[in-house]
């Protein structure tokens, strides 16, 4: 049987006009720049403000009665260290025009976020098991592969700083107990304030 043809075929699709393939374009670029770019939005003075707190509350909870008091002060600083930490990088983001959760920024989360829930985990696990003393050690550790997990979709200087917080820990957990509340200000204290300067200084806040 003969096969019918159409009398006009159908007109080919109009392509699309050249200012939205531009358009296109400049999103697929700003998307790829924003996946490689380093995380920049680490707040350098945030970190210097923990860094006093975290001197202080060593202070405070080293002139603690009890352990449950002890543990209190240090659970008070983690949680006004997280508020201070997330307004100075949402301060420093909308400054600088940088979204603070895509791209690096949501890399970033992704990889501080699991340590740090661990550590919380845990910390609950060994006071209800007596074992507070190695809680220092333990919460070192955990930050600096926080810090040093996400250092790498940030700036250079960050995983340098969890690498020294994770030093830091591992000492805590092979010297005398005494040593405990001036390894965390030390850490806590003096690791936030002497890498928050720099970071400050060279990254825009």
């Known amino acids: 049987m003969t096969k019918v043809l159409p009398i006009r075929e159908d007109p080919a699709p109009e392509p699309p006009a050249l200012h939205a393939r531009a358009m296109d ?11 490689a770019g380093a ?7 945030g970190m ?32 006004a260290g997280i508020v ?37 985990v845990l910390t609950i696990v060994l ?10 050690g333990l919460w070192l550790l955990l930050y600096g592969a926080a810090v040093a997990a996400g250092g790498a979709f940030s700036v250079e200087i960050v995983p340098v700083m969890g690498l020294c917080f994770l030093a830091a820990g591992a ?3 092979f010297t005398p107990l005494a040593w405990n509340d001036w390894i965390l200000a ?17 990254y825009g806040g």
């Open 171 to 173: 000492l805590a957990l």
């Open 127 to 136: 006071h209800r098991a007596g074992m507070t003393a190695i809680l220092p």
């Open 39 to 45: 995380f920049t939005a680490v707040s350098g003075w």
């Open 48 to 79: 210097v403000i923990v860094g006093f707190m975290a001197v202080a509350a060593s202070f405070i909870a080293s002139a603690q009665p009890s352990t449950a008091r002890w543990l209190d002060v240090w659970l008070a600083l983690a949680a």
């Open 186 to 202: 030390i850490a806590f204290g003096g690791f936030h304030i002497a890498f928050g300067i720099p970071i400050a200084r060279r």
């Open 84 to 120: 201070v930490q997330l307004w100075a990088m949402l301060a420093k983001a909308r400054a600088s025009g940088v979204p603070l959760l895509s791209g690096p920024g949501r890399k970033f989360v992704l990889a501080v976020s699991p340590p740090l829930l661990a550590g919380a």
């Open 25 to 35: 374009n400049l999103a697929f670029i700003r998307s790829t720049m924003e996946n």
